[in-house]
């Protein structure tokens, strides 16, 4: 069994910042990539950003500059810094994480419970 556990969203002002944080654990061999989804209401789940084992990050056109993606691979975290926030960025992020669970079964991704962004003044 595998368990994402996000924190962090909440209410913010335009502006303003939030970090989530998403915690994996269970049957883990092996974290290749891991990452940010949102949905907003009436709208498909699309990409915000991704980290790869090795460092490489990845991120939508609408996120670059303002929002940060990393992880902590000794904790199996990955965290979205989000700053400059804007009311169009309320959604529900949802966090996503590609890994094996032995050392013969493929790779499959994981996908978190989903936490609530709100940006509204």
């Known amino acids: 069994q595998v368990q994402l556990v996000e924190s962090g969203g909440g209410l913010v002002q335009p502006g303003g910042s939030l970090r989530l944080s998403c915690a994996t654990s269970?049957?883990?061999?092996?974290?290749?990539?891991m990452g940010w989804y949102r949905q907003a209401p009436g709208k498909q789940r699309d990409l915000v950003a991704s980290i790869s084992s090795g460092g490489s990050t990845n991120y939508a056109d609408s996120m670059k500059g303002r929002f940060t993606v990393s992880r902590d691979s000794a904790k199996n975290t990955v965290y979205l810094q989000m700053n400059s926030l804007k009311p169009e960025d309320t959604a529900v992020y949802y966090c996503n994480v590609n890994l094996a669970t032995s050392s013969w079964s493929p790779s499959r991704d994981y996908w978190g419970q989903g936490t609530q962004v709100t940006v509204s003044s």
């Open positions: 269970g049957s883990i061999f092996r974290i290749s990539r």
